[in-house]
């Protein structure tokens, strides 16, 4: 008996710790959910500025831009200033994002 109710009490701990562990992360989830979105027209237009292909480029920045709600400054380079933007690859394994 002694041990079926410290079994019992054991998983209703264990229960509580789950409940508030899972609400804590829907938390976090919802604060960037709801960030400020970016005009990623604009700053895709100032990131392939200066690229051979004009086209390819602002339809790849804009995927990655609606994927990470970020693009990173200037023409090239720069993604440790948007580490999603960063980490997006294509099938063969390159970077997806200008």
């Known amino acids: 008996m002694a041990i079926s109710k410290s079994l019992i009490a054991s998983l209703l701990i264990s229960l509580l ?3 508030l562990v899972e609400a804590n992360f829907e938390n976090s989830n919802r604060k960037t959910r709801y960030a400020k ?3 990623c027209g604009g700053a895709c237009k100032a990131r392939c500025k200066l690229s051979s292909r004009p086209n390819l480029c602002h ?3 804009g995927t990655c831009c609606v994927s ?3 693009v990173p400054p200037g023409t090239y380079g720069n993604y ?4 999603c933007y960063a980490t997006l690859t294509t099938h063969g394994g390159s970077r997806k994002c200008p």
């Open 68 to 70: 990470c709600n970020c």
């Open 59 to 61: 339809r790849a920045c």
């Open 17 to 19: 710790v789950l409940q």
């Open 37 to 39: 979105k970016i005009d």
């Open 80 to 83: 440790d200033k948007c580490d």
